[in-house]
């Protein structure tokens, strides 16, 4: 399936609600459990909430960013009735285990997709192995519209219930198109790795003060947004945008290669990349043995070196886990993952001195 043709036409105001209405074409709702993984963002448990289930989180696999076959197949029971599967910074989970895992369990497999269009495994584009996949194109992904995410479905049953839920949709208020507008602008202007950290200290004054639109909800009811398809301008540069999908791959590829072939510290070590899978990066991560100096280190090198995710469900402290009803210590190698994990950017804007820099710290640290 040509994944890049399709993503222009299931829109939805975000990843996240694109999610949402996969699930609810599958008949997800109220008493339901879905499995997801831990070490992932708020948006997953709060489009799995929003459908009135609960997410179930599953630990992530040894020494990688994605779920773990084996922990999968213990959390599997009778109230679940779907698998949400990341494909976490671009790197390919392990699709054939997972899929043994959950095999004489008829589940239906739906795929986030939103940090890759593009990773394969073996010789196979994810968004492809289950019966549907999910996109986002908001800032940090690898297809930037400003706000916005995208079904896709692999049946065709399953695609005309989605399309009957997207007709019941509407567009977004213009006040939040016209946020998400100028916060396009603002970042296109302002962003860049050598201004990350005083972009992302301005964007969080911003946020605070409520001008701009901010990332995450209180959990405790359903958000209007779930109603909200994308905008009509941002489908308009959606589909600009993707024009360009093959040169944004091949230039990721060319960032990861450099970033490869450069020495790192004996205090980094890099996440497993399963036998067969080819990723397509939306970022490159890393695991530090000290997170917190690494990341002081970057902040006053200017170097753009990122911290999510920050907790198992980010950006939710201890405190808040119990929100979407994750269990402190129920996933302890998705708890010590993000005390470990960095990442560098893999995006347009990325240029040679920017590579140079960034390698020269972390082989020095
Ligand atoms: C960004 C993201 C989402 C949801 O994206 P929104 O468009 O913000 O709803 C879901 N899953 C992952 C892994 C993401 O990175």
């Known amino acids: ?19 949402y209405a996969i699930l609810k074409a599958l008949g997800v709702g109220k008493g339901d459990q879905v499995l997801t993984q831990a070490f992932t963002c708020l948006a997953v448990p709060e489009g799995i909430m929003a459908t009135g289930a609960s997410p179930v989180f599953v630990d992530t696999e040894e020494g990688g960013v994605n779920m773990c076959p084996t922990d999968l197949a213990s959390k599997l029971g009778p109230q679940v009735k779907a698998v949400i599967l990341q494909h976490t910074f671009g790197i390919p989970a392990q699709i054939v285990s997972i899929k043994e895992a959950l095999a004489g369990s008829r589940l239906p497999l739906v795929e986030d997709c939103c940090h890759t269009f593009a990773s394969t495994y073996v010789n196979q584009l994810v968004g492809t192995f289950g019966v ?106 959606l589909r600009a945008k ?8 091949e230039r990721a590829r060319e960032i990861v290669a450099k970033y490869e072939s450069a020495p790192l510290s004996q205090r980094l070590k890099r996440p497993l990349v399963p036998e067969g899978a080819v990723p397509v990066y939306a970022r490159w991560p890393l695991f530090a043995e000290d997170k917190e100096r690494l990341l002081a280190i970057a902040e006053e090198s200017n170097v753009e070196i990122a911290d999510w995710y920050t907790t198992p469900i980010h950006p939710l402290s201890a405190a ?30 990325v240029n040679q001195s920017d590579i140079d820099r960034a390698m020269e710290l972390l082989r020095d640290l």
Request: glycine residues 8%.
């Open 242 to 249: 993707l024009v360009e999908a093959g040169q944004l791959v």
């Open 320 to 349: 808040d886990w119990k929100q979407v009803g994750y269990e402190p210590g129920s996933c302890p190698r998705a708890e010590s993952l993000s005390a470990q994990i960095v990442s560098l950017p893999v995006n347009q804007k």
């Open 1 to 19: 399936m040509d994944v890049v043709r399709e993503l222009p036409h299931l829109t939805f105001y975000r990843g996240r609600v694109a999610m």
């Open 132 to 237: 549907g996949a999910f996109y986002s194109f908001e800032w940090g992904k690898p297809i930037i519209a400003g706000l916005g995410g995208s079904a896709v479905l692999n049946d065709r049953d399953l695609r005309q219930r989605v399309e009957s839920i997207w007709h019941t949709t509407s567009e977004p208020p213009f006040v939040s198109v016209l946020k998400v507008q100028l916060m396009y602008a603002a970042f296109n202007r302002l962003y860049s790795p050598s201004s990350f950290w005083k972009t992302r200290r301005r964007f969080r004054a911003l946020s605070k003060s409520g001008v701009a639109e901010g990332n995450y909800h209180a959990t405790e009811g359903v958000s209007e947004e779930f109603g909200y398809r994308m905008s009509a301008p941002l489908r308009k540069r």
